[in-house]
């Protein structure tokens, strides 16, 4: 295993541009596939969990034409016509990719077997399938109930009122809105449950508006598409900076100082995740925003007690901000972090304490104090690109550690351990 040793760095400073939304990326990919004719996809992330929806469209007979640095797509859309893969459509560990695809390849013509890595097989998405079978899709579990892999039949289905729990992961209800434009008939979607990360489902919304399909919904509780609307192409549309990716280098000003101007996410931001900002300030960050753009430097960092169910994926970096604030952080509602790249709650706390942290993991909250002495620590990282991102804090605190596998965070952002060196000084 490739281990990666980061030194204490005393000062961080200079200018980073972030790379394309990953949640962005995938839905408007999708949706340029299911429109006729071609759109250009500006600033799209390079990563893992976007090759995995480029291979799956490119294997359905989806053109897709890249530039050098696979930032700029060319997407032939084929109005949804997709052809038969001879293969199983593999999608990682990719939520965006698998869920969204589950929904819209349940509602067009064709036969396809969807599968993913291990941990893909532990992630549920029985309320998405649930809320599909309702609809009168054919979707079959090949393995566990509730669990991927599945195998889909695609058909034209009606639409009409369903009900979807949305208290595991708004990528269900997500996939449900992008699908239903295309059924035959209009769609009455209604939440059980307590919709949960729902600032998401905005950005849901947002992309289909780009794309030309007006979602209507009463306090995101009821949501009313009407059907046979099809996707029209925007033409072209561009990527913001990934709001998930900026929280790092919020963190790493906040801790560390010297001034970072980081690029492509600002207070024009649809990503919920630029709540992360917001946070810090609570906790002491000096931040001048700019409307794509933010400017962080250091503060007297306090601990904070926070509801973070909005911004599940930023709040990772929250809990090692932790480890150089004054007094103890709570970051509660976060049930779901137990079932998405590895149980993040168990991990977080488990290599918490590996620094020296005293941490304690509720079912679905983490406390954390800092250390009184930092522990020399070699961690973890559950083949879970935050776990990674989120521990080089550590160094940034001005204390050594080594990172394990530190290869994973090329799910959302394989060059972030380079991109944190040009900013680092030791
Ligand atoms: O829709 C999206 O793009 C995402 C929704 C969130 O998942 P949940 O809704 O499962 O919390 C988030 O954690 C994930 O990284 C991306
Ligand atoms: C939860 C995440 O990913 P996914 O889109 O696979 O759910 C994440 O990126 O933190």
Redesign the pocket.
Known sequence: MEQLPLKPIKKVSGSVTLPG????S??ILLLAALCDGVTEVRNLLDSDDIRHMLAALDVMGVKVELNDDKTVALVHGNGGQFKTPSEPLFLGNA??AF??LTAVLAATQGKFTLTGEPRMEERPIGHLVDALDALGADVTYLKNEHYPPLDIVGKKLQGGTVEIDGS???????ALLMAAPIFDGDSEIKISGEL??KP??D??LGVMRQFGVVVEHDNYQVFYVKGQQGYTSPKSIMVEGDA?SASYFVAAAAIAGGEIEINGVGKSSVQGDIGFAKVMEQVGAKIEWFDEKLIVKKGQLMGVDIDANAI??AAMTLATVALFAEGKTAIRNIY?WR??ETDRLYAMATELRKVGAEVVEGEDFIEITPPEEFKLAEIDTYNDHRIAMCFSMVSVGGQPVTINDPGCTAK?FPTYFDVLASISHH
């Open positions: 939304s990953k949640s962005l995938n839905r939520g965006t869920r969204p595991i992961s708004s990528q269900f209800l997500t949960v990360s998401y489902i950005i849901t998930s599940p994926d779901n079932v998405k959302t």
